[in-house]
């Protein structure tokens, strides 16, 4: 049976739900998105900010080429923000005449791309952050995963630590909807019409000899043939195992980054719930830049007697230093407000144990929400400005406390004091981090940890620059 049919037939077992799976760890998520353009028979659609030109970033792409060779319509949306220099690459791809390749927002200079940024700031400013990849209509993968190695865990160097949800069900229709939408939309531009010609058959022959010899080179690390068709195998032990429950897709419709000067529509619905929430509020946010309305709303909330608990990224484990100066500008408000503050360590054991490298540093770039732990928020929306009123963003919002308590068990893990320091004040009013090593004891920070004086003094001095707004 079709994995199609497999999965309809079930969401018709469930009437007005859907159904829902975590997708936890790095290499499970790569495994999931490449049994999607196996199992595909109709159409692929595929949309993210960045798909990065490294071993994952050239196994997608060569996967989604073998499902148009079968027949499948393959349409891929990005973001013009990491495509520098590529161009013909994408192009020759977009030549396969199964596949359609569009970039939202192009840089209208390809070889200077700076000069937008001067010409044009406001318009280039606005940028995608989707992150989705929908087959045959039936099945869908939303979250807070790029295409690139260190978003599934096999860089040598720094890895991601991060969560998808995979959908079945009346959501996956309205997820394909959000798709069309950016794709029907006049942000969306046809690469054939960003590089002045159209490709042909015998550039794709060339372009895929390239990238299939790059992929021969790279050794990806782990056996991904068998992961697949393990994967594969087990479509209906994971269709067993789903959760079923009301969802609904949360976006920013691209048309609105032209008036999006105060807060977007995925702000609004985040304070919408806060409005309701009675008991608990469980954050992690990779990026976490609280402005005058988010704090006070975390002083309210503490105030009524809700709890909020939020993990994000320390300065030793951000990749962006000016989120962290934006954030660590507001850190000691934020404890002010009687919120319980943690901060993803570079060394948390609960990935370094899955990491193809021991040596190899971690990140936060999760973006999951649990509410009264009845319901929960997955996606590619961080607690920033740039999510909150500059970029569109892209997530599923799900009613079920079995859900909820999958979830909150991941977060738990984030905040574990051997993934994690706790910022609290000291008794002088300073702040302070603590943490345990490996062997369980208790240690304690007066800065922050495992940072260098070159990352502290960059981020003083991003701090003292007016450009919060755009973090």
């Known amino acids: 049976m079709a994995a199609a049919c497999l999965f309809d037939e079930a969401a018709a077992r469930h009437p007005g739900k859907s159904g829902f799976a975590l997708i936890r760890f790095g290499r499970a998520a790569l495994t999931a998105r490449v049994a999607l353009t196996e199992l595909a028979e109709r159409t692929l659609d595929v949309q993210y900010y960045i798909w990065g030109a490294d071993a994952t970033g050239r196994i997608l792409a060569e996967r989604l080429i073998r499902a148009a060779d079968r027949g499948v319509k393959v349409r891929v949306l990005l973001d013009d923000i990491n ?102 939309g006049d942000w969306a531009v046809p690469i054939r019409e960003i590089t002045g010609r159209e490709r042909s058959p015998a550039d794709l022959v060339q372009g895929l000899a390239v990238m299939r010899g790059k992929i021969a080179a790279d050794h990806y690390p782990h056996p ?20 079923w429950a009301p969802g609904r897709v949360v976006w920013d419709d691209p048309s ?49 007697g809700r709890r909020v608990r939020i993990l994000t990224n ?50 936060l770039h999760t973006k999951a929400i649990v509410f009264d732990r009845r319901d929960v928020f997955i996606g590619s929306f961080n607690l920033d400005p740039r999510s909150g009123s500059i970029n569109t963003e892209a997530g599923l919002y799900v009613e079920s406390e079995e859900l909820a308590e999958q979830v909150t068990a991941f977060l738990d893990a984030g905040t574990k004091p051997t993934n994690s320091y706790r910022v609290i ?24 940890p495992n940072s260098t004086w070159w990352q502290r003094w960059v981020v003083g001095a991003i701090r003292c620059l007016p450009v919060e707004r755009q973090l």
């Open 314 to 363: 320390s300065l030793a484990s951000n990749d962006v230093l000016a989120a962290h100066a934006g954030y660590s500008k507001h850190r000691a408000e934020v404890i002010g407000t009687g919120a319980e503050l943690y901060e993803f360590r570079p060394d948390p054991d609960d990935i370094r144990q899955r990491l193809v490298s021991a040596k190899s540093l971690a990140g």
């Open 224 to 243: 991904l043939e068998r992961d697949t068709d393990a994967m594969v195998a087990s479509l209906e032990a994971i269709r067993d195992d789903l959760v």
């Open 425 to 448: 004040r000291g008794e002088d009013g300073a702040l302070v981090w603590t943490t345990e090593d490996h062997d369980g004891h208790e240690v304690r920070y007066q800065k922050d």
């Open 83 to 184: 495509l520098s220099g590529r161009d013909d690459m994408v192009a020759c791809l977009d030549a396969h005449p199964n596949v359609e390749i569009r970039i939202f927002n192009p840089f209208r200079n390809r070889r200077v791309r700076a000069l937008d940024f001067l010409t044009n700031p406001e318009r280039i400013n606005h940028r995608m952050h989707n992150k989705i990849m929908v087959m045959d209509g039936a099945v869908a993968i939303v979250g807070g995963r790029n295409v690139g190695d260190h978003y599934f865990e096999v860089d040598p160097d720094s890895n991601f630590r991060d969560l998808d949800l995979a959908a079945v069900g009346p959501v996956v229709r309205e997820t394909t909807a959000v798709f069309d939408r950016f794709w029907g």
């Open 256 to 304: 609105s980054i032209r008036e999006k000067t105060g807060t977007g529509r995925m702000t609004e619905a985040l304070y919408q719930r806060l409005d309701r929430l009675e008991s608990e509020l469980l954050i992690e946010s990779a990026y976490f830049v609280p402005r005058e309305r988010a704090v006070e709303t975390l002083r309210e909330l503490h105030e009524k």
